[in-house]
Each structure stands twice: as structure tokens, then as C-alpha cells.
């Protein structure tokens, strides 16, 4: 598959994303946000960064970028997109994920190898994070739990949802959610940095996260 990897002024992780694709055996094509033109890409990850240098709100000007509103359309036909940190942000802002990011609890910016428990099969994956405005916070988290809108919630190593292991004081534990239709996702942590033992902490578990979110594949057992 060909993957967009949109880039804004204060993208950071831009060069990461594209390495995790191909990692993962797909080819990644970078989008200015600027262009409208998506270049025929069959998915899209909105990765992390400081979009725009999160002026007035992260993600808040990102979301009104040519690019962006062809990123909408690519998600109403079906398309996959990812968000990932500051693109969780931006997708949160631009609609196409419920809920908003705010300020960590406790306003400090958090930087750790975290566990999370995949909701869909339970699974306990250890993935980066690194974020100061991480705090997803929704009215509802019964009822995008019941929607099966949850992606995954912070943990234990052994799965547990405990405060101790919630990282930025997300409601109820989430660390990403989907649209309802389920092709739209965002979470705070990093895959792409989970997909090689060298440079992601020993980890590789965020090869079956972008292999699920992007490509439709199940994650490998």
C-alpha cells in the first residue's frame, strides 16, 4: 500500500512514520499540508509533532489545512487514518474523533515506555510515549466503550486499569479511540517507535498496531 504521512511546520515525527512503513513492508508518501492532492494514497497517518508550534491549542490551526479537508474526505469514503499524538490532536480538532486532548494532570510533560491493553483482544502491548497534552477527556466514556470507540486504555504489565499506570490522567484509562465507523483512529503513544528493539526500548509491538490501523490486518499473536 501507498500511505500518506502528512507533515505540517513543527511535524516531528514525520521521519519516523515513514520508517515504521516501510518497516512494516508498505511505501510511505509524504504530503505537505498545503497540497489538497493526496496523491493517490490509500491511507493516511496525521503524525506527532508540534503542529504549527501548538499555537492557541494543539492540533487547533493544523485542522484547517488544504490537506485536512481531503483527510476528511478520504475518511467519509472509507480510508484509513491514524493519528498519532499531536495527530490524535488535529483529528480531535477537525472532527473526526470524539472527545478533545488537554493538559497533562499535574501540567508536566510525561516520557516513558507505557503499557496498554488493546480493547479488541486484549492483548498488553508496551509502546513510547511522550507528550504534555495528553489528557484525552470525553462526557461519555461508558457509552464510546459500549461503541466499541475504544482503541486502548493505559495498564499494568499484567493489564490492570489502575490510576497509578495512567500516564496524563486520561478519562477512564484511554489511550486512543476510533470514529464509529471504526476507520479512524488516534492514540497518544507511539507506534513508530515500537518497531525496532533497537531504538524503541526493546520493543517491536507497535509493527501489529500500524499493521491493524493502517493496513487492516489482524495484530500478529
Known amino acids: ?3 500518506g504521512i ?6 516531528c515525527d514525520d521521519r519516523d512514520s515513514a520508517y515504521a512503513i516501510r518497516t512494516i513492508g508498505h511505501e510511505p508518501v509524504v504530503l505537505w499540508h498545503g497540497d ?3 496523491q493517490g494514497v490509500e491511507a493516511v497517518v496525521v503524525p506527532g509533532g508540534f503542529s504549527y508550534g501548538d499555537y492557541l491549542r494543539a492540533g487547533a490551526i493544523a485542522r484547517f489545512s488544504p490537506a485536512m ?3 476528511a474526505q478520504l475518511a467519509a469514503d ?3 487514518v491514524l493519528g498519532i499524538c499531536n495527530g490524535f490532536q488535529v483529528l480531535c480538532e477537525a472532527g473526526l474523533l470524539p472527545g478533545a486532548l488537554t493538559r497533562n494532570v499535574g501540567l508536566r510533560f510525561t516520557h516513558r515506555l507505557q503499557h496498554l491493553r488493546d480493547e479488541a483482544t486484549g492483548r498488553v502491548l508496551a509502546i513510547p510515549l511522550k507528550n504534555g497534552e495528553g489528557r484525552y477527556v470525553h462526557p461519555d466514556p461508558t457509552a464510546l466503550a459500549a461503541g466499541g470507540q475504544v482503541l486502548a486504555r493505559y495498564c499494568e504489565p499484567d493489564g490492570a486499569v489502575t490510576d ?5 490522567g486520561s478519562v477512564a484509562g484511554i489511550a486512543g479511540v476510533t ?5 479512524v483512529a488516534g492514540l497518544m503513544p ?7 528493539a533497537l531504538v524503541g526500548w526493546g520493543s517491536t509491538d507497535g509493527r501489529g498496531l500500524l499493521l491493524e490501523r493502517l493496513i487492516g490486518q489482524p495484530v500478529p499473536a
Open 1 to 3: 500500500m501507498r500511505i
Open 6 to 11: 502528512l507533515r505540517f511546520p513543527g511535524t
Open 36 to 38: 489538497a492532492d493526496l
Open 69 to 71: 479537508r481531503s483527510v
Open 78 to 80: 472509507g480510508g484509513r
Open 164 to 168: 497509578a499506570a495512567n500516564p496524563n
Open 179 to 183: 470514529n464509529t465507523a471504526g476507520n
Open 190 to 196: 507511539h507506534p513508530e517507535h515500537a518497531v525496532d
